[in-house]
Nanobody
């Protein structure tokens, strides 16, 4: 069973940076990796980016392109991984719940339906 947990949210002033963490335990053999999404209350989840477990490209969505960077630790660990979402120059409209998710597909997915295991989310509030 794959487990996913986000951490690192909170309140930050506009223009500043924040780094979120995602810890995953377990993985599906031949699956691609881990994605980040965000959701504003009452709206659909938005794709931020997806990164591979070890080999492959990191793909970013348009909403935070150039301001978000996904990185990872423990690429050689087959059980436990840690991924990060570094967000810079934050704006009030970046206020949302941020989610980390694991896919079982073997390509870099970009839609919510293509991810199978989700964390509980962490709130990020950007104050102006």
């Amino acid at each position: 069973q794959v487990q996913v947990a986000e951490s690192g949210g909170g309140e930050v002033q506009a223009g500043n940076s924040m780094k979120l963490s995602c810890t995953t335990t377990g993985r599906t053999i031949s699956s691609y990796g881990v994605g980040w999404f965000r959701q504003v209350y009452g709206q659909a989840r938005e794709f931020i980016g997806v990164a591979p477990w070890s080999v492959g490209d990191t793909v970013y969505g348009e909403n935070m392109k150039g301001r978000a960077t996904i990185s990872r630790d423990n690429a050689d660990d087959l059980v436990r991984h840690k991924f990060y979402l570094q967000m810079n120059n934050l704006k009030a409209e970046d206020t949302a719940v941020y989610y980390c998710a694991v896919t079982t597909h073997n390509y870099p997915p970009t839609t919510e339906d293509e991810f199978d295991f989700w964390g509980q989310g962490t709130q990020v509030t950007v104050s102006s």
